[in-house]
């Protein structure tokens, strides 16, 4: 094969190289460790933002009326207690698992 207008072959450049001149790839451990601490704290902050929108809709609720006090009462005190216990417990493993 030749290229158009030229007389030369298109073929590979007669240059050789020596597969032992090339840098070896380093190789690793996988470490589990930088997803687990991201993974931790977007489920612990998104935990919290749960708690904060859930107390600003009770509040905006009580605010404009749309629902009686007593429930909202009823709601939150259904709803808050074990999302509270979540959130904590989220948050004290994300810095109990960054101190080591």
């Known amino acids: 094969m030749?290229?158009?207008g030229r007389g030369t072959p298109s073929g590979p450049s007669?240059?050789?190289?020596?597969?032992?001149?090339?840098?070896s790839p380093e190789v690793k451990?996988?470490?589990p460790e930088p997803q687990?601490?991201?993974?931790r704290g977007y489920l612990a902050g998104g935990l919290v933002l749960l708690l904060a929108v859930i107390v600003l809709?009770?509040?905006?609720?009580?605010?404009?009326?749309?629902?009686?006090?007593?429930e909202i009462k009823d709601?939150?005190?259904?709803?808050f207690p074990p999302l509270v216990a979540l959130a904590g417990t989220a948050i004290g493993f994300y810095?109990?698992?960054?101190?080591?």
């Open 29 to 31: 451990p996988y470490d």
């Open 57 to 70: 809709l009770a509040f905006g609720t009580m605010w404009s009326k749309w629902a009686s006090e007593a």
């Open 95 to 100: 810095f109990g698992g960054r101190a080591r």
């Open 14 to 23: 007669d240059e050789t190289f020596d597969v032992e001149d090339l840098p």
């Open 36 to 39: 687990r601490e991201k993974l």
């Open 2 to 4: 030749t290229h158009e």
């Open 75 to 79: 709601l939150l005190s259904t709803i």
